[in-house]
């Protein structure tokens, strides 16, 4: 059996997926010893995982060093890689919002953007003719209307916990997020028996 190879994302998404894989009857003990490694061999299926950074997990994908990955839909729409996008695991379920202080006035002909996320503010705002400046960040993007250096900001909202504590509100919402699971496109025709296996039994765990 052609081993398989399995990115998955470090941080939140990474309890949701065990636990998932568990669900589809794969042993991951492995993966949840307390340590710093980045590389498990799960012997069921023969299949290796590998953590990595949110974003770089559809690179390692497009590049077919792994076969399948486990990324959020934050990540894709940012990057719009080359890969199959197969199934939404459903969980890691947030959204992309616009948000900024409630005192923010309508109808501003150019607005200042800050964000993680600057391909799909562009689009999103490209799309409704907003003329915008975009600032890119790597995180703490709420602080940027506080402080006076954007408008707005377009971010990931889970909960609304951290909008809320930092007095900002939801403007508009841009579009429903949750974890999904992606494939190379040679592997998926080179190993096709084998990621057909895990693929089935990993879409039939998220129904249960
Ligand atoms: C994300 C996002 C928000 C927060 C939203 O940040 O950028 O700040 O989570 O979650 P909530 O609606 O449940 O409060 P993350 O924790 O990834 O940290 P970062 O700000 O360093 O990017």
């Not at 202080?101 to 907003?130: C, M, W």
Request: charged content about 30%; some cysteine; glycine content about 8%.
């Amino acid at each position: 059996m052609q081993k398989i190879k399995i990115a998955m994302t470090k941080g939140r998404l990474l309890g949701h997926t065990i636990k998932l894989l568990e669900k589809a009857g794969i042993d991951c003990g492995p993966l949840k010893e307390d340590n710093r490694k980045l590389v498990f061999l799960l012997p069921d299926y023969n299949i290796e995982v590998i953590l990595l950074k949110a974003a770089d997990v559809p690179t390692y994908v497009e590049h077919g060093v792994v076969d399948i990955g486990i990324a959020g839909k934050d990540v894709l729409l940012e990057q719009e890689k080359q890969l199959y996008e197969v199934a939404d695991l459903k969980f890691g379920k947030c959204r992309f919002a616009v948000a900024g202080k409630p005192s923010i006035k309508d109808g501003k002909k150019h607005l200042v953007v800050a964000t993680k996320y600057p391909n799909v503010a562009k689009r999103y705002f490209t799309e409704k003719g907003q003329s915008v400046e975009i600032i890119r960040q790597e995180g703490s993007v709420e602080l940027a209307p506080i402080m006076g250096l954007s408008d707005v900001i377009v971010d990931i909202v889970e909960t609304g916990k951290t909008l809320k504590e930092n007095g900002l509100i939801v403007l508009e919402k841009i579009a429903d997020l949750s974890a999904r699971l992606i494939l190379n496109e040679v592997s998926y025709k080179t190993k096709k028996k084998e990621m057909a296996v895990i693929i089935d039994l990993i879409e039939k765990a998220v129904n249960i």
